[in-house]
Structures are given as C-alpha cells and as structure tokens.
C-alpha cells in the first residue's frame, strides 16, 4: 500500500498530522506493507529565502490577519501540538521560504532518509527556531542525515530536485490539493488535514480491503455451523 502525503515544512499542522498518523500507522497489521512518500507543497513560494519579522508579523502583514486572531491560532496550534508531544514556540519561528528545504528532503530520499529529513526540519523549524531558509543549516543537517558534502554542494551550487519540488507542487493542483497536510492512498482514497489517529485508522482498514478482498474458494461446501446450528 503507497501513502504520499503533500505537506509544508511551514506547516504548523502538517507536523501535528504526521504525528497522529505515525500512531495510526504504528498500530496498523500491515503497517510492513506500507510505502510513505512525502510530497512537497510551498503554502507561500512567494516568500524571500530570508523575511524580516516575527511569524506573527508575517500573517498579520501578508495574510491580513487581526494581531488578536493570530496570538489566539497559536495558542490552540501549540495546545494541539502539545497534545501530540510537540513543543512549539511560536515566538521563535523564522519566517522563511521552504522551497530550498524540500529540494534536500529530495535528496534524502535519494539516500532512505526522507522521514528523518521531514522530521527534522518539522522539528527544528517549530520547536527550534532554527532558519529553514539557511543554507548553512540545511548543510549542517545534510551532514547529520549521512549525505555526502558533494552532493549537498551541488545541491547548492545547481538546480538539482528544484523540479522534482515543482512537480509535486503541480501534482497537487491536479489532485485538487489545495491545502496540507494532505494523505493519499493507493491514489484511490484522500484525507484532508491532521485528522485524528483513529480516522487515519479507519481509512488504512478501508484502504487495505479494498486492496485485499476476501475471495471465498467454495464457500458452497464444506461443514459449517450457522444461526440455525450446525450440519450433520
């Protein structure tokens, strides 16, 4: 079973969503048959590589969104997050463009550490204040997943997955994404934001049927007990 999952680095609820469906996957029978494949979405490729000012300033200013209304969305963000065993800090956030940061998760891929790619700059961008924009902390976290520093270079240096970025981008505006976190499975059923383990659950079990239905092999015989007993 292939799940791709579309999702942001900037994305406060995408990390929350990989949580919940790590503990619907994790108690899932077959989870050994499954294939997860994040996907990269940019909620904003118009950001500049660096944005001078707080997260809060940032969609207050470029969203249009009330300074009152934002300090609350954090406030039940960050209490959800918690909830998750995330620890986020709004205050510190670096406001950031992200398509640099999913070319290297790319590239991890490339190299069996696309999970651990997407996790730590989840977790650094929210809970670390760390600059996903950086060059020089995407290197130094390059360097930390084990991938090679002249492939990081050329990362740098070249165009190298700035399509394979854009083709996700693109595949979600023909899937009719327009928002993430976003899970698709088998490309046959799709669940739309952090949804609660226990409705990713739901949709593995459909999923996994629907994949693998039972075939009866002469259900006419045989000896079988029934609401009217059993056959003699």
């Given at each position: ?83 998750e065993g995330l620890d986020y800090h709004f205050d510190k956030v670096v406001v950031a463009n992200s398509f640099m940061a999913h070319r290297l998760i790319h ?126």
């Open positions: 079973m292939k799940i791709e999952i579309w999702s942001d680095v900037a994305c406060p609820w995408c990390f929350i969503g990989k949580r919940r469906f790590e503990a619907a996957l994790a108690e899932f029978p077959h989870r050994d048959a499954v294939e997860v494949t994040w996907r990269s979405y940019q909620l904003d490729p118009t950001l500049p590589e660096h944005y001078d000012g707080t997260e809060l300033e940032y969609l207050s200013t470029r969203k249009g969104m009330p300074p009152q209304q934002v300090s609350q969305m954090f406030d039940h963000v960050a209490q959800q997050a918690s909830g590239l991890a891929a490339a190299h069996g550490r696309q999970d651990a790619a997407k996790e730590r700059l989840l977790s650094d961008h929210f809970e670390h204040g760390k600059d996903i924009g950086s060059r020089e902390y995407l290197a130094s976290l390059g360097k930390d997943l084990g991938i090679p520093s002249g492939e990081l270079e050329e990362l740098f240096t070249t165009d190298k997955y700035a399509d394979d970025v854009r083709s996700d981008v693109e595949e979600a505006r023909s899937l009719g994404i327009s928002g993430v976190p976003f899970f698709v499975i088998d490309r046959k059923f799709g669940l739309s934001g952090a949804q609660p383990a226990a409705t990713f659950t739901a949709a593995l079990d459909q999923a996994w049927q629907d994949a693998n239905p039972l075939v009866l092999v002469n259900s006419g015989e045989g000896d079988a007990c029934g609401p009217d007993g059993c056959t003699v």
